[in-house]
């Protein structure tokens, strides 16, 4: 058997145990069941031989659910505090603990009214159980990465604002992480790569949507105002009321773009309309012609941030309207699922998430 050059320095103890997990079923992994401790411990060159007590009895190999439930209790100094983290029963997991001490041999647990404490055995059996716990959880990581590569073509959609929090963290961390996925990335308005998912074009998208569209699952990332963007220098200030948009020149997306919806809505719930003096489906053409005077625009943050920033651009929020949308990780229904598309959306979410734990963000805050 090979195992890669990161993999832990292993003898023939080490072997010994861990060959039922490595060369064995998927369902040999996924059992609780017997991995032969004994043999890991006590054997020539294992990680007890010279650190341990020999209180292993060989006649009784042991289950990995009673290390782990032993090393609960004394991280929590307490039976009844782990069996409540556990979910069991106290009397359930003490009876797991007695158990435990019979196989060994050996007193583990101090009793007090005060809870539990290692005896000088049960402290020297409690390292050598989280060093086992952990070589068991990168065992079973190998194999499930043997058997469940992680490699494989990914094609994935951004709106162009939300690109600019998600789009260059998630290459690297992929990059870094599971080189073998290849991204496609398509960078458009939500409408069109709502049709691209729903045609099947794409594996997932980002879009702005608060109820899935036809056909696709959708998990909430972020929730997003949308603010006044102005020339800089702008006397507008900080914050405007809603109504200024119907004064000032606006050059906005057509009508069918989920910024033009939120605003069209907004306004028409109050009988405002914009004073729209330009239309344009591209946010570069949006920002340079508010760069240049030409009038205002109606942005998120992660759209501007950049140019807020040097002082090209100014932004506003508004006042007295909840103008804002959801930002939301799309899935076609008929997409299969696959090992690296699932560690592509739990990648984005992770990336979400840290961008809001940053609190850099102006106005963006967690999804319901």
Request: with cysteine.
């Amino acid at each position: 058997m090979r195992f890669p050059a990161w993999f832990p320095p292993i003898g023939a103890a080490w072997m010994g145990a861990l060959a039922p997990l490595l060369s064995g079923h998927r369902k040999a992994v996924k059992q609780e069941g017997r991995i032969g401790i004994y043999d890991f411990l006590m054997a020539p060159g294992g990680p007890a031989e010279d650190n341990a007590p020999r209180i292993l009895n060989k006649a009784s190999p042991m289950e990995t659910r009673r290390l782990d439930y032993f090393v609960r209790i004394v991280d929590a100094g307490s039976i009844s505090r782990a069996a409540q983290d556990l979910g069991l029963a106290q009397p359930a997991l003490s009876q797991q603990v007695a158990i435990l001490e019979q196989d060994v041999k050996a007193q583990l647990l101090h009793r007090s009214r005060q809870g539990v404490t290692p005896t000088a055995a049960g402290r020297q059996f409690y390292r050598q159980a989280r060093i086992i716990l952990r070589q068991v959880a990168e065992a079973r990581s190998l194999v499930t990465a043997a058997e469940e590569s992680l490699a494989g073509t990914v094609a994935v959609g951004f709106p162009n604002s939300a690109a600019a929090i998600l789009c260059l963290p998630l290459i690297a961390r992929l990059n870094a992480e599971h080189p073998q996925i290849e991204l496609q990335i398509t960078e458009g308005y939500s409408a069109m790569l709502t049709d691209m998912a729903q045609k099947g074009q794409l594996d997932m998208s980002v879009l702005y949507q608060e109820t899935p569209p036809p056909g696709m699952t959708i998990t909430g990332l972020w929730i997003e105002d949308l603010l006044l963007v102005s020339p800089p220098g702008s006397a507008l200030g900080n914050r405007v009321p809603l109504e200024t948009v119907a004064r000032v020149p606006m050059i906005v997306p057509s009508p069918a773009n989920s910024t033009r919806i939120a605003l069209d809505k907004c306004l028409g719930e109050r009988r405002l309309s914009a004073n729209v003096a330009l239309q344009a489906d591209s946010l570069v053409t949006l920002k340079k012609a508010v760069h240049q005077g030409m009038g205002h625009t109606i942005l998120p943050w992660p759209a501007v941030a950049e140019e807020v920033e040097k002082g090209l651009l100014a932004v506003a929020a508004f006042a007295d309207a909840p103008l804002h949308r959801t930002v939301a990780l799309c899935t076609p229904d008929a997409v299969p699922p696959s090992p690296a598309r699932d560690k592509v959306a739990t990648t984005i979410r992770a990336i979400a998430a840290d961008a809001l734990a940053t609190g850099r963000n102006l106005g963006m805050r967690s999804s319901p």
